[in-house]
């Protein structure tokens, strides 16, 4: 008989220990920065798992009883952002898919196999279990309970200093924000990173090094869009003319991160997560950006929506590939002024 194995993934669609590898690697196939290891004991996995995850070990005991009366019934039904494992809710239940994708549509699933067939092999989807068909299509259309919560201010307050005050004012223009991050020579004492952001419709550039923390990519894509989210709050608020913009980048993670991952946070969570000390800010820029356009909708095209779309990188989009340029230069200015 062959020995017992766990299957821990801390990073992925959904953290969690599994039973087998088939399990296992529906969550980490595909998925950018996965974190996962085989283990011969449960108490290891679960330890694999607390190192990343602090809140883990609130749920560890409802984890391994599930486990356990599920062990030899075939796979588990996934939920997607949390361990797998059994629910008491008795109703139906909605599988939301959400596509950063341009080519994929989000759709909403009642069949978890339904759902599964669809994700599988495709980039630029996120997906989450849901009770209620409402809150499967609020995760879609990215409503979120808690965003004013993370920019410390109420809804009353935002709309009063926010809201366009000339009712009849329209606004038709629009423009795509590209972002792009560099990490060159990781492992190497000549490591460093960059990032880049081109303004379709004005031209302005960013091209400047990271300066905190170790020059990774992701590190590097987070504050590409962290810097282009800054530069339109300035144009929201100040410009007398204001444009509708869609940012575009070629990182999964951050895409995923900014179109639903963060509803899951409140500001103590942002603290202890990998990269807490420059998401935090990036998630305060981008609710406050999304707000602007969401309480002035009928000011802007298309109602205003404020998109992160996920761009193919390397794909030949003009705009893509002047982000990466930037980029790369911003990381070149990292040995300049050093």
Same mark, same amino acid.
């Given at each position: 008989?062959?020995? &017992? ?14 039973? =087998? ?31 990343? %995850? ?11 009883? %599930? ?12 939920? &997607? ?100 991050? %560099? ?17 379709? %419709? =004005? ?7 990271? =300066? ?127």
């Amino acid at each position: 008989m062959a020995k &017992k194995a766990f299957y821990a993934v801390r990073r992925g669609r959904a953290l969690g220990i599994y039973d =087998t590898w088939d399990q296992c690697k529906t969550q980490i196939y595909g998925y950018q920065g996965a974190q996962y290891k085989k283990f011969s004991t449960l108490s290891e996995a679960q330890d694999f798992i607390k190192a990343n %995850s602090p809140n883990y070990s609130d749920s560890r005991l409802a984890d391994e009883s %599930s486990r356990k009366s599920h062990l030899g019934k075939g796979k588990l039904e996934s939920k &997607k952002g949390y361990a797998a494992g059994v629910s008491k809710h008795q109703g139906p239940r909605y599988y939301s898919v959400k596509s950063g994708n341009p080519s994929i549509l989000s759709k909403v699933f009642t069949s978890w196999p339904e759902c599964q067939k669809y994700v599988s092999g495709k980039r630029g989807l996120t997906y989450q279990k849901f009770n209620s068909q409402k809150e499967a299509l609020n995760f879609i259309a990215g409503i979120s309970t808690k965003d004013y919560e993370l920019i410390s201010i109420t809804e009353g307050e935002f709309k009063s200093k926010y809201k366009i005050k000339d009712k009849d004012k329209k606004f038709e223009e629009h423009s795509n924000v590209y972002c792009d991050g %560099s990490a060159i020579a990781n492992g190497t004492s000549k490591s460093r990173a960059g990032y880049g952001v081109f303004f379709e %419709s =004005t031209g302005e550039c960013i091209a400047e090094p990271l =300066t905190s923390g170790p020059p990774t990519n992701n590190r590097a894509e987070i504050q590409a869009v962290s810097a282009a989210l800054g530069k339109i709050w300035e144009h929201l608020t100040i410009a007398h003319k204001k444009i509708k913009f869609t940012i575009k980048t070629d990182s999964e993670y951050v895409s995923k991160l900014l179109n639903d991952r963060y509803m899951t946070f409140n500001n103590e969570k942002m603290k202890t997560i990998e990269n807490g000390d420059l998401i935090s800010p990036l998630v305060e820029k981008f609710v406050k950006v999304k707000k602007y356009y969401e309480i002035n909708g009928t000011h802007f095209i298309d109602g205003g929506k404020f998109e992160i779309c996920w761009v193919k990188g390397h794909a030949g989009e003009p705009g893509n590939e002047k982000a990466d340029e930037l980029a790369k230069r911003g990381a070149d200015k990292y040995i300049l002024q050093n």
